[in-house]
């Protein structure tokens, strides 16, 4: 009998191949959508969102063409708690969330999976490039990147625990994105050409401040703009409208070029500095997952990134507490900044990851 696998079907293009990949390895395959989040917004004209009733079309389309069974998961309840709700008191929090991270971790490799299981399945299936492999020697599953560097995924996923990843394949880790839309193009399938999603779903016009306000109720008080002295120097519309590294939109005049560096709760102000003040050699990161083992065996020389696009560091990793790394760089980095991951990497294998929680210059 076939393995059954529930293709998680976003209507975009790698998805939808990832789909046609897993059918022809032999899998018994269903696809399903998650229905994350109403919102009219979402499917403007013009909008780069993923999750909108249109990419749900497009992926019953591709279903229905491979032959697939095909559902739709409700999953707002599971969204709203566990992204929606994170996002905002992240921002409240002082911090910058990410939320494409958190929709991984809850929904499609924990709350997806839990579906899949319910119809039988014993796999689900993505079209993250990045690749899932089983050391031989302990037996635990390991996560790699995807071999192509330009479109690796493996960043958004070390959240990822054992039993996740044993149930999970990624059909795309050894593709190229040209592989991928060659392979759609010859299938004749509606998406083949779409461009890819860069918004985020639930704030497809990128303004999160605004959105924030509107779906808490709440309002960021304006305050005081200071340097690293404590010195006035203008005031904010509120924290929630600047990040870390943060230069443009200040509304300060300067001889210099002034960026955010941090920001103080307890008494609402925004703090300014120059370009060397965003310079930090250490950080501490919590919420930790790690991979290979279940904890750090002990100071371990790797690399980091603490941005999704950044060039890894190389950095020594310490385990300081049950849920609790210190990350000590080789040279200073440039706005680590709270709410981010920052996830750790021994050549292509991921080691593991967690929330930056603390920015020491």
């Known amino acids: 009998m076939n393995k059954k696998a529930i293709i998680a079907m976003s209507g975009g293009v790698d998805s939808s191949v990832a789909a046609y990949l897993m059918l022809n390895q032999g899998y018994e395959c269903a696809g399903a959508t998650m229905q994350l989040y109403d919102k009219p917004q979402c499917s403007a004209a013009g909008s780069r969102a993923c999750c909108t009733p249109s990419d749900t079309e497009d992926a019953r389309h591709v279903a229905a063409r491979l032959g697939m069974l095909y559902y739709v998961f409700p999953m707002q309840e599971e969204f709203r708690k566990n992204v929606i709700q994170k996002f905002t008191d992240t921002y409240f929090a002082g911090g910058t969330p990410n939320p494409c991270i958190d929709c991984n971790r809850f929904l499609k490799f924990d709350a997806f999976l839990q579906k899949a299981e ?213 040279e200073p980095q440039r706005a680590v900044t709270p709410g981010q991951a920052a996830v750790l990497y021994d050549g292509d294998t991921v080691l593991g990851g967690g929330t930056i929680l603390a920015q020491t210059n």
């Open 118 to 330: 319910e119809l039988g399945a014993e796999y689900i299936a993505t079209g993250h490039y990045a690749r899932i492999e089983q050391d031989p020697e302990t037996g635990r599953y390991l996560l790699k990147k995807g071999l192509d560097p330009s479109k690796d995924q493996s960043y958004v996923l070390y959240s990822m625990n054992q039993r996740q990843l044993a149930h999970t394949i990624l059909p795309l880790g050894g593709y190229t994105k040209a592989d991928i839309r060659r392979i759609a193009q010859e299938q004749g399938f509606i998406n083949a050409e779409k461009p890819e999603s860069q918004d985020i779903c639930f704030v497809p016009d990128g303004d999160y401040a605004s959105f924030i306000e509107e779906y808490t109720g709440k309002h960021s008080q304006p305050g005081d703009f200071v340097d690293r002295e404590g010195n006035v120097l203008g005031r904010h519309k509120g924290q929630i409208h600047y990040t870390v590294g943060q230069r443009r939109g200040l509304g300060i005049s300067a001889p210099e070029s002034l960026y955010v560096c941090g920001k103080s709760l307890e008494d609402n102000t925004v703090i300014l500095g120059k370009k060397q003040d965003l310079m930090s050699d250490h950080c501490f990161v919590s919420d930790i997952n790690l991979i290979p083992w279940d904890h750090l065996p002990g100071p371990t020389e790797c690399k980091v990134k603490v941005r999704y696009r950044q060039p890894e560091q190389p950095a020594v990793v310490e385990q300081v507490g049950e849920d609790l790394l210190k990350i000590t760089f080789r």
